[in-house]
C-alpha cells in the first residue's frame, strides 16, 4: 500500500502527477484511489463489482490524498461525483532488450500493450493471457517463433502459441508447429493474425470452444493434418490469405461451427481443399481452389454452405461434391479441368441449388447408396475417412496422456520381428514362422483396407 502526501498533490496537478507516472487521465486501472479533503470521505472503488465502498471517519486533514487500495481498479472521488474508472497508457515493450523472451514480455505486459519482437528465431512455446498484440519488426520470414526441442509434452498446451486472452493481435511473425502439435491454438477469444507465416506441424491453426479468428495476408503450407480446423462451435474468416501443400486445406467441423473464406487460394492439399462436417455452415466466395488430391470443395454430413464465384480446377477426382444430406448454393462458380466431375451432388441433398456455374463436364446426381458407380462410393468413403481419421489422430496427439505412445510402442514392436525376418530373408534364410504369421497378418488387414 502507497502513500503521496498532500503536499505533492498540491504542488503539481493532476494531469501532470498522472503523466509523470506513465499514466492516461488518471491513476493506473491496476490501483483504487480515495481522495479525502475536510469535509470530504474517502471511497475505494472496486472495479469487478462496480460498487463503492463509503470509508467513514476521513474528515479535517489532507494527510490521506491518495491511497492506493487494491490492484484491480482505479476510481478519483469527488463530493458528489461518481467514481470513474481510468485507463492504461498503452506500453510498448521490446524483445529482446528489456526483456530476453517473449514469455518474459508476456507476462509483464498489462492490457492493451504493445510487444515488438525483432528479427530472431524463439525457441519457446508462449501462452498469451493478457489483451495485447505482438508484432514482428522486419521481414516476415525474419521473426521466427517455433518449439523449444526441451518442450515436455502434457506439461502445457502442445501449441506454439497457446492463446487464452480475450482479444489478441499477432502480425508479421512466422510460428512453426512441430509433428506433435498446433502452431496457433485459440481456445478462447477473438485472434487478429495479419501478415503472418504459419507452417508445419499437424494443425497450422485451430479454432475452438466459441473462439474466434480473422486471418488476412496470412500464409498457411505444410500442415500434415489441417492447415486451418474450426471446431466445437468456432468461428473463423479466412481473407486472401494462401493455404498451401497441408492435409486438409480448410476443415470445419461440429455443429454451430462457422467460417468464411474469402478471397484465398487453397492448393496441394493431400485430401480436400475445403470440408465441411458435421452440421458445420460455410460461405465460401471468390477463391482459387486448385489441384487438390480427393475434391476442391466437400460437404458431408447435414453441412450448408453457400459456394459462389469461385475458380476450382484441376482438383483430381471432383472439383465440388455434396454429400449425405448437406445443402449448398452453388453459384457462378467456373469448375473445370476436374478428374472426375466437375460437380457432384448426392439424391439426398436434395435442397442444392445449381445456378449459373461454368462447367467443362456435366453436373451429377447419385444416390449415397448407388455402389454400381465406383468413384462416387469412394468420395463418400474419402469424405468420412478424412474427417474421421485426421480428427482421432489430432485428438489422440494432444490428448498426451500415455495411450498414443503406449499404442506407437506396441506397432513398433509388432514391426521389430517383421524386419527381423525382412533381414533374414535378404540373406538367404527363412524367416521364423512367427515372422511370417506376423506379416501375413498385416498384409491380409491391408488387403481388407
Not at 382 to 405: M, P, Y
Request: charged share 25%; glycine share 8%; net charge negative.
Amino acid at each position: 500500500m502507497g502513500c503521496f502526501e498532500s503536499k505533492e498533490m498540491r504542488d503539481c496537478s493532476f494531469q501532470h502527477f498522472f503523466k509523470m507516472n506513465d499514466w492516461e487521465g488518471g491513476l493506473p486501472t491496476t490501483s483504487a484511489v480515495g481522495i479525502a479533503s475536510r469535509e470530504l470521505r474517502a471511497y475505494d472503488w472496486d472495479a469487478e463489482t462496480s460498487k463503492s465502498r463509503l470509508e467513514e471517519g476521513v474528515h479535517g486533514s489532507f494527510g490521506r490524498a491518495v491511497q492506493f487500495v487494491r490492484p484491480e481498479s482505479l476510481a478519483i472521488v469527488d463530493k458528489g461525483i461518481q467514481a470513474v474508472k481510468l485507463a492504461h497508457k498503452k506500453r510498448v515493450l521490446q524483445v529482446p532488450g528489456e526483456y530476453k523472451t517473449i514469455q518474459e514480455a508476456l507476462d509483464s505486459a498489462r492490457d492493451g500493450d504493445l510487444i515488438r519482437v525483432e528479427p530472431g528465431r524463439y525457441r519457446e512455446a508462449i501462452a498469451v493471457r493478457k489483451r495485447v498484440q505482438l508484432i514482428g519488426v522486419g521481414k516476415v520470414q525474419d521473426v521466427v517463433i517455433e518449439m523449444p526441442d526441451d518442450f515436455v509434452w502434457g506439461a502445457a498446451s502442445s501449441a506454439t502459441v497457446l492463446l487464452e486472452a480475450s482479444e489478441v493481435r499477432m502480425c508479421n511473425l512466422t510460428i512453426v508447429g512441430s509433428r506433435k502439435s498446433c502452431a496457433v491454438d485459440n481456445m478462447c477469444g477473438d485472434l487478429t493474425m495479419e501478415g503472418c507465416l504459419i507452417k508445419g506441424g499437424r494443425t497450422g491453426i485451430r479454432i475452438s470452444k466459441s473462439a474466434s479468428c480473422l486471418l488476412r495476408f496470412c500464409d498457411v503450407q505444410d500442415c500434415h493434418a489441417h492447415g486451418i480446423y474450426v471446431s466445437k462451435q468456432g468461428c473463423a474468416t479466412v481473407e486472401k490469405s494462401h493455404v498451401v501443400k497441408c492435409g486438409c486445406g480448410i476443415l470445419v467441423g461440429d455443429l454451430g461451427s462457422q467460417c468464411t473464406v474469402s478471397g484465398c487460394d487453397i492448393d496441394l492439399c493431400s485430401q480436400v481443399g475445403v470440408m465441411l462436417n458435421t452440421s458445420a455452415q460455410a460461405l465460401i466466395d471468390d477463391n482459387n481452389i486448385t489441384r487438390n488430391a480427393i475434391a476442391g470443395i466437400c460437404m458431408s454430413f447435414c453441412s450448408r454452405a453457400v459456394i459462389s464465384s469461385n475458380r476450382v480446377f484441376q482438383n483430381r477426382q471432383v472439383g465440388i461434391c455434396v454429400v449425405e444430406e448437406s445443402v449448398a448454393n452453388i453459384s457462378k462458380n467456373v469448375v473445370t479441368g476436374n478428374g472426375a466431375w466437375s460437380i457432384f451432388v448426392s439424391q439426398s441433398s436434395t435442397n442444392t441449388i445449381l445456378d449459373n456455374n461454368s462447367v467443362d463436364s456435366q453436373s451429377f446426381e447419385f444416390s449415397k447408396d448407388d455402389m454400381e458407380s465406383p468413384v462416387p462410393s469412394e468420395l463418400l468413403h474419402a469424405a468420412r475417412h478424412e474427417f474421421r481419421s485426421s480428427v482421432e489422430s489430432l485428438n489422440g496427439e494432444h490428448k498426451l496422456n500415455g495411450a498414443s505412445e503406449e499404442m506407437q510402442r506396441q506397432e513398433e514392436e509388432a514391426d521389430e520381428p517383421v524386419e527381423q525376418a525382412k533381414v533374414e530373408q535378404d540373406k538367404g534364410g527363412q524367416p521364423s514362422h512367427r515372422s511370417s504369421g506376423r506379416r501375413d497378418a498385416r498384409t491380409e488387414q491391408e488387403g481388407d483396407y
